[in-house]
C-alpha cells in the first residue's frame, strides 16, 4: 500500500429532507448513472455510446423506528413524492476529501412500514430514484 493511504471506516451522515438519519442508517449506496444511447451505426465495427439522461438512485438499510422525527415518521409523508438527500464521508466539513454528496428531487416509490421477526431489531432497505446529483466540496 502506498504510505499516504487515504483509506478509513465508514461513518458517513444522512440527512433525508433535511432530518439527520445518520444514527438509524447500517449502509448507504449512493449510485451515479447515465443512461447509454446506442449510436452505433453501419460501418462501424464495435459499438458505440452516448449518454443521455442521469438515472441515479440512493439505498440506505434503516433502523425502522416510531417515534417523532425518526424514520417513520420522516419517511412516511415521502412516499410518491420528490425530496432531498444528502450523503459525507463523515462530520467533518465540507471539503475535496469530504465532499457532501446530494440527489435533489428524487423520488421515494416504496417504505416498507414494518420488517418485523422474534427477537430482532427491524431494520428496513429504501431506494431513492433519480434527482439531480452535485458534490459540494466546500
Not at 439522461?53 to 433502523?63: K, P, Q, R
Not at 417513520?72 to 466539513?93: D, E, F, I, N, W
Not at 416509490?109 to 418485523?116: G, I
Request: negative net charge; contains cysteine.
Amino acid at each position: 500500500m502506498p504510505a499516504s493511504n487515504s483509506v478509513y471506516l465508514s461513518n458517513p451522515v444522512v440527512t433525508v429532507n433535511s432530518v439527520a438519519l445518520t444514527g438509524f442508517c447500517t449502509a448507504a449506496t449512493l449510485n451515479r448513472t447515465n443512461t447509454a444511447a446506442d449510436t452505433t451505426v453501419f460501418g462501424m465495427t464495435a459499438r458505440v455510446y452516448q449518454g443521455t439522461l442521469e438515472d441515479n438512485e440512493l439505498t440506505l438499510s434503516l433502523y425502522l423506528t416510531y417515534a417523532a422525527s425518526e424514520t417513520y415518521a420522516t419517511l412516511a409523508a415521502l412516499v410518491g413524492t420528490q425530496t432531498t438527500v444528502k450523503l459525507k464521508p463523515t462530520s467533518a466539513a465540507n471539503s475535496a476529501t469530504n465532499p457532501e454528496f446530494s440527489l435533489t428531487n428524487c423520488y421515494l416509490e416504496t417504505l416498507p412500514v414494518m420488517n418485523a421477526a422474534l427477537g430482532e431489531i427491524q431494520s428496513i432497505d429504501i431506494t431513492f430514484k433519480g434527482g439531480t446529483y452535485a458534490a459540494a466540496v466546500v
